[in-house]
């Protein structure tokens, strides 16, 4: 069980960011998968290194392994900054921008953010409330990206 965990945590983040670059390379309408792409990459980009950043500024939250006593760490990482989970903040703003345009592969994607943030929570990293914050801000950041992207299409 602990390799399932490790791979969820740990490996299965690549694999989905290598699966998203496969779009491109698979795709039939290449311009359309590009606009994705951008749209999944850029909101990844944002809430990851903007607004997880911003939030762990002004509320650095423990990670699991730092409090609970006894707790078994399957994955070695840095103390601190646990809320909001910027894994999952990437990686469910990654499958926003893909369901924008392909609703079954976005599906799939947040099926894998889901177990991405979930193995994250099981390594004791993080806590069930970081995923969910993580959730919360990458989807926003999709939403936000499509609707400035829409918003800048538009003027032209």
Known sequence: MDAL??????????AAGIGIF?????????KKEFRMLIVA????ILSRFGFTEIIRYFYDRPRPFEVAEGLKTLLEHSSGGSFPSGHAA?????AMGV?????????IFFVAALSIGLGRVAT??????????????GIFSAVLIKFFLRKYNNRG
């Open 22 to 30: 496969l779009f491109l390379v698979f795709a039939r309408d290449k």
């Open 124 to 137: 004791g990293l993080h806590w069930p409330s970081d995923i969910l914050g993580g959730a919360v801000v």
């Open 41 to 44: 990459f850029l909101a990844g």
């Open 5 to 14: 965990i490790i791979f969820m945590a740990e490996y299965l983040p690549w």
């Open 99 to 107: 369901f924008f345009y392909r609703r079954i592969w976005g599906t």
């Open 90 to 94: 990437f990686f469910f703003a990654l």
